[in-house]
């Protein structure tokens, strides 16, 4: 059953650079989207970006520039990374897996179903 | 970009209760519905528009395609209290709902 772990600092502060990791146990990072998503009383959900060994990694608009996804596949881990933060982005961090599954009906297209158990960062 | 309606309800135990996800341009059936409930990460009910994930009740149902999709739950039970997100994996970058909020 596959778990991820999140690690990092919690207390970040501004201007300088978020990291985050996420560590998998009873899995690997073969086949799936590996994704970042945040929740702010702001903006509710916001997802952050996504990495697979298939490709990426994308990034959503807004954070474009500041944001890194990187993938360990040694360590079996991807990582986030946020430069130049400021208060806005204070908020909670989970890490979570798209799943990808091809040949059944219909396909799994990278649904989160296993999530981290979330960061709290404070700017 | 997607647009979830109402983003609050209250409703009793025993009702039907409907969301709604409108997205600004067609995602095909690319929409998952998730549940959060307060401190907890979000939970998967329902992928490609209208699939039951694994272990989540029947109650749950989900419908649409393209821009308009609908989360039902039917006979709502108390642990159906929660925030409802809609999301869409229609290619990138990926957006979430701004939630709805279930009161029981």
């Known amino acids: 059953q596959l778990q991820l772990q999140q690690t990092g600092v919690a207390l970040v502060r501004p201007a300088e650079t978020l990291s985050l990791t996420c560590a998998l146990s009873?899995?690997?990072?073969?086949?799936?989207?590996w994704s970042w998503i945040r929740q702010t009383p702001e903006k509710g959900l916001e997802w952050i970006g996504e990495?697979?060994?298939?490709?990426?990694?994308y990034y959503t608009p807004s954070l474009s520039g500041r944001v890194t996804v990187v993938l360990d596949t040694r360590n079996s881990e991807f990582s986030l990374s946020l430069k130049s933060v400021t208060a806005a982005d204070t908020g909670v961090y989970f890490c979570?897996?798209?799943?990808?599954?091809?040949?059944?009906?219909?396909?799994?297209?990278?649904?989160?179903?296993?999530w981290g158990q979330g960061t709290i960062v404070t700017v | 970009q997607l647009t979830q309606s109402p983003s609050s309800l209250s409703a009793s135990v025993g009702d039907r209760v409907f969301i709604t996800c409108r997205a600004s341009?067609?995602?095909?059936?690319?929409l998952a519905w998730y549940q959060q409930k307060p401190g907890k990460a979000p939970n998967l009910l329902i992928y490609?528009?209208?699939t039951l994930q694994g272990g989540v009740p029947s109650r749950f149902s989900g419908s649409g395609s393209g821009t308009d999709f609908t989360l039902t739950i039917t006979d709502l039970h108390p642990e159906d209290s929660a925030t409802y997100y809609c999301?869409?994996?229609?290619?990138?970058?990926?957006?979430f709902g701004q939630g709805t909020k279930v009161e029981i």
């Open positions: 979570a897996r798209g799943l990808r599954v091809e040949g059944v009906t219909p396909p799994r297209t990278g649904q989160l179903d296993v």
């Open positions: 009873g899995g690997s990072l073969s086949g799936d989207d």
């Open positions: 990495i697979s060994q298939r490709g990426g990694p």
């Open positions: 341009q067609g995602v095909n059936r690319n």
């Open positions: 490609a528009s209208s």
């Open positions: 999301h869409h994996l229609n290619g990138y970058p990926r957006t």
